[in-house]
């Protein structure tokens, strides 16, 4: 297949990742987070090809494949699916679609915790709506874009990562309450401080599984409470009290789940209101007490993410530490005096090495804008 030779794009979309500043796993049990849009992007070449089959070429894994609108089914190849799922959900709401030719490339690391899986599906969906006028809202995008993951790939995901790269607003972070989707805009003033991801260039396989598992485990904490508290719906609910009245019929890892959950909602809340009156040493403590809660309450961090927080304990010049994302692999989000990140990254970068024998990749996270169509 030679479509992406040459190619003339009717429209350009970028649509980019997202970090977490704070408010991991409470995503899926509708509570806080408060993430946003970075400065990195996965590129969306668009156009009409008047048939019934849509062609895409991603330079980044250099696969392409074609589809026929008239049978979009799930595919034994993983990355298709990001794609197929997206079709079939646009398909369950519109007849509008119709064929065209995708070149994408992609300055976002893939499979690093900074969600280019939502940046593919809400840049697609973002696409298609512009080139074939779907009239389809923003939150639909997002929640189409969602219903993909779920449906096609089987990542039970929240609502999160797709929200975050479509909504996203340059300058701020968004304190999304999962359960209502309301949203506020919290102005990001970092000072003479900046948001370093570094890269643990890891994924264990564990990541999948784990996910699921978790999920369980809060719905059986869920459910334990509703005896007592029928009105519960979510751990988004509960209160140490409330999970302290069920302690006794409930296994010591539910119990800790739903702990860790409880205390990082609170932590959100208070990480807002820290970002809102410029405390950055207060939030920066809340973000080691997140990763204190992921790696020994709700565990899901890994040695190498452990190593990256810990190193960072003992350095005057950084604030706060964590990692980010669903966790046994990805990044840590580190706050650190600007001045420090050059030498900082070197030194940690062959500490990482002598003890992992892995290659550490670090970049600034920028916040940005959500996707957007790209003036030509
Ligand atoms: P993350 O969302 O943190 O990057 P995921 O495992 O959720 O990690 O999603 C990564 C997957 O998304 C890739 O393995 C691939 O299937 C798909 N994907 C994302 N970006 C691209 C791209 N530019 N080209 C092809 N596939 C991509
Ligand atoms: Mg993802």
Known sequence: MSFFINFTPDLVVESPGRINLIGEHTDYNLGFVL?????????????????SNCNVYSLDNEKSVTFSLDKIEPSKQSWENYILGVLHEIQLLTDKLSGFDCVLNSSLPIGSGLSSSAALECGLAFGLNELFNLGLSKTQIVNLSRAAEHNYVGTKCGIMDQYASVMSKSGYVIKLDCRSLASEYIPLNLGDYKLLLLNTNIS???ADSEYNTRLQECLTGVEAMKTLYPYMASLRDADQEMLTAVKDTISTTVFNRCNYIIEENDRV??????????????????????????????????????????????????LGSRMMGGGFGGCTINLIHKDAIEKYITEVASAYKTKFNIELDAYIAMPDHGTMLKTL
């Open 35 to 51: 993430p946003t849009a970075i400065d990195k992007k996965i590129t969306l070449k668009l156009r009409k090809n008047n048939s």
């Open 204 to 206: 264990h396989s564990l």
């Open 269 to 318: 809340l208070k990480a807002s209101e820290a970002l809102t009156q410029g405390d950055l040493t207060s939030f920066g403590v809340l973000m080691y007490g997140s990763h204190d809660g992921l790696q020994h309450k709700y565990e899901v961090s890994c040695p190498e993410l452990d190593f990256m927080v810990e190193y960072s304990r003992t350095k005057e010049f950084i």
